[in-house]
Each structure stands twice: as C-alpha cells, then as structure tokens.
C-alpha cells in the first residue's frame, strides 16, 4: 500500500494507466515489454493492442512519455486511449476500424525518468539519442546528443549499447509493425516552440530526404485538405537541429532495408506558448514542457484528438492514397519546399 502511495505521487500517470488496465474490456491485449529499476520498485513499460493483429493489415503505434520531463504526451495518449476504450462498446464506425487495422499504444516509455523528473532515462541516458547510429553533417553541440558524461543532458549512453527501454521500443516496433503493408507512428514529445509541429525523419540528415518523401507529402497534403483550420507545421525535424542517435531514423531505416513502409511522426507541442502565458512556469523543472494550468492541461488534451483520429483514419485507408499518383512530382515539390 506504501508503495503504491508512492507511485501515485511520483508517478501518477503510470498510476492511471494500471487503473485503465484493471477495468479494461478483453478486447485490450497488454503486454510488459521490460522493467526499469527505481527507487520505488521495478516499473514496467506496457504496450497495449486493440484491433486486428493480423500482419497483412494496416496499424498505427501511439507512443508517449520518451522524455520524462515532457508529461503532457503520457497524458494526451491516456487521454486518448480512455476515449477509444468508452467508444468500444457502442461506436460502429471505431468497431469497423479495429477489425481492418490495429492500433497500438506505449504510453509511457520512461517510467524511471518521469518518477525523477528528468529528460533521460534512469541511467542519464537520453532515448531519443541512444540509436546506434551518428550524425555526419554536423549535430547541433551538445542538444544533438554527445558522450562527455551523464551529468550534462542529452547524453547517448555507450558506444553501441541501447538502453532497456530503446531497444524495447526497437524489438516492439519491427515486431508489430514491420512486416505490414503499411503502418504510421506518432511520437507525442512538448518543449520546441510557441506552435505545434508534425516532424519526420530524418533528424540526421539536412541533404538526405527519406525515401518515402512523396508519401509524406501526400500524408501532409491529406491533414490540410481535410482539416484546413489545423495550426500543425508539418516538415522534417532537420530543418531545425541535427541530432545522433534518433530512434526514428534508426527505425525508418530498418524498415527501409525491410523493404516495410514505415511512416513515423514526432509530435512536438509548441510548450514556449503555455510559458508566455504563464512566465511562473519557468520557476517549475516541469514549466518549459508542460501545462502547469488546469485548464490548459485540459484543452491540450482535447485538442489532438482530431490529429490522432485522421492518423487512424489515413492508417486504416492508406490503400486510397497510396501508392502515391505522380510520385515525382510530389517529390518534387516537397524538396522544394523543405530542402
């Protein structure tokens, strides 16, 4: 009971997310993909499945809490994850949806870190830094991942040693998503800018766009067409910092060498908007990447679900818009305007 006391204090999204899955329907499959030591006991990192399995359908992976200062993308993943298990029951529309796609959800990759309050993992090591791969053209100092020592952030870890949690998230993604027709990732992070941003590989490369840029285009073209009042910035994460060890590009490349469709977005939302509004944020570790308002806590939590629900949308119909007509015209025009 103590222990349990203490996970809720230092870690009440986990706490929600074991209160989700004790009153889960059996349509909820649950796995443990590791543990991470702490303090407090062993925290496990969940995956969780609803909908078809079946590899020659379509699927989506919702994944939250990589960095665990940024607990707002934990919450808008729980948040979401309630809303499709109160849906199950009564909505034909999400029904059809499960039984042609499958949807997967990591809620909380860093469960050490967030008890902590800090961006790296229990052992210091940055996740989205400790892909065993390096930067060419110049990573940005420091921010773009280093090996000096774990007391400045944004460290790798060892030469070619992936932390418990990366190489759970590798295993998870080549596992489940890998060997299908096609299947979307997105990554909910906060902390980068006043407006919210919908980046892509590659995060190494400002010269190297990915092989499946067309595709990404057409996904970009796809969310303003059918949603033109959205205030999302969709371009590659290169167009403002390189950095090593990216678990996105090492996962697009994996799947490229598997010859996998694999279209990975990372969420940032714009947090410097919730601090202009609230210059006292900066006085909490949490206030450069979380709502500290109630309110505000509230309408982030609400405002992606149109994001999330045409990313489910456009995994479930990908055989409407892909393959892409005219493919190197889009290329085309989306190396014009990015790169």
Not at 38 to 51: E, I, K, N, S, T
Not at 63 to 87: C, M, N, P, S
Request: with cysteine.
């Amino acid at each position: 009971m103590a222990q349990q006391a203490q996970l809720q204090d230092l870690l009440p999204e986990l706490a929600q997310l074991q209160q989700i899955l004790a009153t889960a329907p059996a349509e909820l499959h649950t796995e443990v993909l590791c543990t991470v030591p702490h303090a407090c006991g062993p925290l496990p990192v969940y995956a969780l499945r609803l909908g078809n399995p079946q590899p020659t359908l379509p699927a989506i992976a919702l994944i939250g809490g990589v960095h665990g200062l940024e607990r707002i993308g934990t919450q808008v993943i729980l948040a979401y994850l309630q809303t499709l298990l109160q849906r199950l029951p009564w909505d034909r529309c999400l029904q059809h949806t499960l039984a042609h796609c499958c949807i997967y959800v990591v809620p909380l990759l860093n469960p050490a870190g967030m008890a902590n309050g800090w961006r790296s993992n229990g052992n210091h090591v940055d996740l989205m830094r400790n892909a065993p791969q390096d930067c060419t053209e110049g990573a940005a100092w420091l921010v773009g991942g280093h090996r000096f020592g774990t007391v400045l952030p944004w460290y790798r870890g060892k030469p070619g040693v992936m932390e418990a949690e990366s190489q759970a998230l590798v295993s998870f993604i080549r596992r489940e998503l890998l060997a299908r027709p096609c299947s979307l990732v997105l990554d909910c992070h906060s902390g980068f800018g006043r407006t919210d941003r919908l980046w892509f590989p590659y995060a190494k490369s400002r010269r190297q766009p990915m092989a499946h840029l067309a595709e990404m285009y057409r996904l970009r073209q796809l969310l303003l067409d059918t949603y033109p009042h959205q205030n999302y910035i969709f371009e590659p994460q290169s167009q403002h910092y390189l950095c090593h060890g990216d678990l996105w590009d090492y996962l697009y490349d994996m799947a490229l060498s598997e010859n996998s469709l694999l279209l990975p977005l990372t969420l940032e939302m714009g947090s410097w908007n919730w601090v202009r509004k609230n210059p006292f944020q900066l006085l909490s570790s949490l206030g450069m990447f979380h709502p500290i308002k109630p309110h505000r806590v509230k309408r982030v939590l609400r405002s992606h679900l149109i994001l999330i629900n045409f990313l489910i949308n456009a995994t479930l119909s990908y055989q409407q818009w892909l393959p892409v007509p005219q493919r190197e015209q889009l290329k085309a025009e989306a190396i014009s305007l990015w790169y």
